[in-house]
Nanobody, 125 residues
Framework: QVQLVESGGESVQAGGSLRLSCVAS????????MGWFRQVPGLEREGIGS???????TYADSLKARFTISQDNAKKILYLQMNSLKPEDTAAYYC????????????????????WGQGTQVTVS
């Protein structure tokens, strides 16, 4: 099993930046891909992007200009740098891990992931 703990969510002014972190523990040697998702109450969870164990990233087209995913592979920490934040970025942000290396559209789908964190709230006003 893999445990995931997100942090870094907070309230921020529009135009500001935030960096979210996700620390993975447990069976991290099995991780093939780590991803970020977000969800607004009442809507489906939206894939933001991912990074696989070789460092290959995938992004949702609508977000790649402002969001950057990186990882500290040794420490098993996943990061999401968010710039030029907008009120519509307000959501709960989740990290997830999957056992397979995936890229492209599959990396933006919930079903590609096996474990999820509890989420961290980002509010942009």
């Amino acid at each position: 099993q893999v445990q995931l703990v997100e942090s870094g969510g907070e309230s921020v002014q529009a135009g500001g930046s935030l960096r979210l972190s996700c620390v993975a523990s447990g069976a991290t040697q099995d991780i093939g891909c780590m991803g970020w998702f977000r969800q607004v109450p009442g809507l489906e969870r939206e894939g933001i992007g991912s990074i696989d164990s070789d460092g290959i990233t995938t992004y949702a087209d609508s977000l790649k200009a402002r969001f950057t995913i990186s990882q500290d592979n040794a420490k098993k920490i996943l990061y999401l740098q968010m710039n030029s934040l907008k009120p519509e970025d307000t959501a709960a942000y989740y990290c997830a891990v999957g056992f397979f290396r995936i890229t492209g559209i599959q990396a933006l789908r919930e079903l590609s992931y096996n474990y999820w964190g509890q989420g961290t709230q980002v509010t942009v006003s």
